[in-house]
């Protein structure tokens, strides 16, 4: 059970039992947190969470935002498959070379994961109308957990999000209002809304628990690798190098924050896997200001790009991502969108995985990383695919005539 929230740059503490956003003081994101010790020293081990016959990510329920005695808010999110390369194409260069197919979720990308704990926590809190700005997938996976749980919820959306997100959000009956602007465009006319009507704003790091839910993540890879690789089972491994297509970062700054957590549970030691913050090169301000040496990223000027889940000019959690990447060793880097297609089609072809162009950037990513000699042959490198090609067939208009 969460015992606290704390703002992730001023550290003033807020009230976990109220509906929170960001920082009343600095705006800034609050993170939660929990009693860790007391967990370790009440036997939660690995082999307990192994042993659990339920098949999502509430399995990991201590370390997320579940009252005693409260149902999740569940579609079956999480426990999504490793999947092992196969040494051909692209792949051939790595021996160990994994992709995390997060296309399996339930409305078939990662943002389930963030809103099975936000939708849950805000259930217990009361609420009955919730709001969100989108790029593309958080509308469609807000639609169907607030229909799940019974709640009404309002999307805004820039005018030309695909029509997949679009359509899923209106099939489950929710209000969808598109906006001539981009996600952060979105962003205000929710805050305005929420002010005028009383909801509550579900946007990704100005509310404390989709960070919560996406950092399962990083404790699943954690049992994944350790089970591909036959590793003996009471210790966890996690791997050399992650590479991870950013938007709002939010699972980037999970992940990493679930690492912190089970190296206080004992699960793992101080090591860590190198972070590689993808963005696309129309839309790259996290990679810009890493690459200035800042702590803080400046709004992107003209975002522009087919991969809607990377189309975030701004984000909140800006230094939270920038932090970890430099924590890591990892890196920053970005890929056109003719390449991050091209990446697509790979995958499909060599692997048989038909990914989202988010996870299209992120492989084509580590094909370049390897080639410079940044990655080497026996790295264990984990891929993230965040979603499913097959809400983006719009942008396969040459498949499409065949
Ligand atoms: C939202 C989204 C991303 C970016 O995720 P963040 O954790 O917010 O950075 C990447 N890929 C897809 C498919 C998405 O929907
Ligand atoms: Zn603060």
Known sequence: MHTALHCALCGLPHDIQKLQNVCTSCGKPLLASY??????????????????????????????????????VTLGEGQTPLLKCARRGGAAKFARLYVKDEAANPTASFKARGMT????????LGVKEVALPSA???????AMYASAAGMQCHVYMPDDTPAANIVECRVAGVDVQLIRGLINDCGKLVREGCEKHGWFDLSTL?????????????????????????????KLRLPDCIIYPAGGGTGLIGMWKAFDEMQQLGWIGSERP?????????????????????????????????????????AVGDFLMIRAVRQSG??????SDADLLDGVRELAAEQGLFVCPEGGAAWKAARLLRQRGWLHEDDSVVVFNTGSGLKYTHLFGTEAQG
């Open 35 to 72: 009693d860790l010790a007391r967990l370790r020293a009440d036997g939660w081990t690995p082999e307990v969470v192994r042993r659990r016959t339920e098949r999502s990510l509430w399995r990991f329920r201590e370390v997320l935002p579940l009252e005693e005695g409260q149902t999740p």
């Open 330 to 335: 990892g890196t920053c880097m970005t890929i």
């Open 206 to 234: 100005k509310e404390p628990f989709r960070v919560e839910g996406k950092k399962t993540m990083g404790y699943e890879l954690a049992f994944d690798l350790t089970d591909a690789e036959g590793l003996s089972a009471g």
């Open 136 to 142: 593309g997938n958080a509308g469609g996976a807000a």
């Open 117 to 124: 704990a936000a939708i849950t926590r805000a259930a217990a």
């Open 274 to 314: 190198k972070m590689v913050l993808v963005q696309a090169a129309g839309c790259a301000p996290i990679v810009t200001a890493y690459e200035a040496g800042k702590e803080f990223a400046e709004l992107f000027p003209n975002a522009s790009t087919v991969a809607s889940g990377l189309r975030v000019p701004v």
